[in-house]
């Protein structure tokens, strides 16, 4: 198994680090914290952190520092040895358009405004991860949701996230293993059992009326006397 990511956040506002640290927690991701610079400075020089989130605790004079010695090809993070350092995401002010440019110039992955979204935050993390060959993420995208099959969350348009159980991962992984194809009630129990030893015949409607309730989609569809069919929305098509 491959080792987990990890983030390091850099003096990030306790509110901000917090639920930032949950969303990347529950992506399978190791995130570690440094409030004080020379925490930053003990966490960077060790080798194994992939992204580092700079917090405007920090001036953007000592947030471009850390860039410079530890960020990039061959960054002290890194020992010298030419090895890519990790990636940084610098959060600023929305006033600050010129440090804002200087952190891109210097070879910041991101720079993000506050007061900011952490969801997005967390999302452009997952960005630069998967660019480094280190993302856990596997996405499918349906009509009103987002689903990260890995974490097994569901992150609705509104904001709002909720988590599947493993035997809905199971079923939905069936459905996305079968597209168009008209599963049976035997099928599904085959090869997606409930969770539990209810598995009589008409639970797996209550199944898959959860299951839809819960992703917020249509592209479930009962097909009377036959079974169920998911047909994939647009995007998810070829």
Not at 27 to 49: K, T, Y
Not at 147 to 166: C, F, K, N, W
Request: hydrophobic share 45%.
């Amino acid at each position: 198994m491959a080792a987990r990511a990890v983030i390091a956040l850099v003096s990030v506002a306790d509110v901000v680090a917090t639920e930032l640290a949950d969303h990347l927690e529950r992506r399978g991701h190791d995130v570690r914290q440094a409030r004080q610079p020379w925490e930053a400075e003990s966490l960077l020089a060790g080798r194994g952190i992939d992204v580092v989130v700079v917090g405007d605790s920090l001036s953007q004079a000592e947030g471009r520092d850390l860039l410079m010695r530890f960020g990039g090809q061959g960054g002290g993070g890194q020992g010298g040895s030419g090895e890519h350092g990790p990636d940084f995401i610098l959060i600023c002010r929305p006033a600050d358009l010129l440090d804002k440019v200087l952190a891109l110039e210097l070879g910041a992955a991101d720079v993000v405004e506050s007061p900011l979204n952490v969801r997005e935050l967390a999302a452009r993390v997952g960005g630069l991860l998967s660019r480094r060959g280190r993302g856990t993420q596997e996405l499918i995208v349906l009509e009103n949701a987002t689903v990260d099959l890995r974490s097994a969350i569901v992150m609705h348009r509104s904001g709002t996230q909720e988590q599947l159980s493993p035997g809905q991962v199971a079923l939905l992984r069936l459905f996305l293993a079968c597209p168009r194809k008209v599963l049976t009630r035997d099928d599904i129990i085959a090869a997606a059992p409930a969770e539990n030893a209810d598995a009589f015949d008409r639970s797996i409607d209550s199944r898959i009326v959860r299951l839809r309730r819960k992703l917020d989609t249509e592209a479930i569809t009962t097909i009377r006397g036959a079974g169920y069919r998911f047909d994939p929305p647009r995007q998810f098509a070829d």
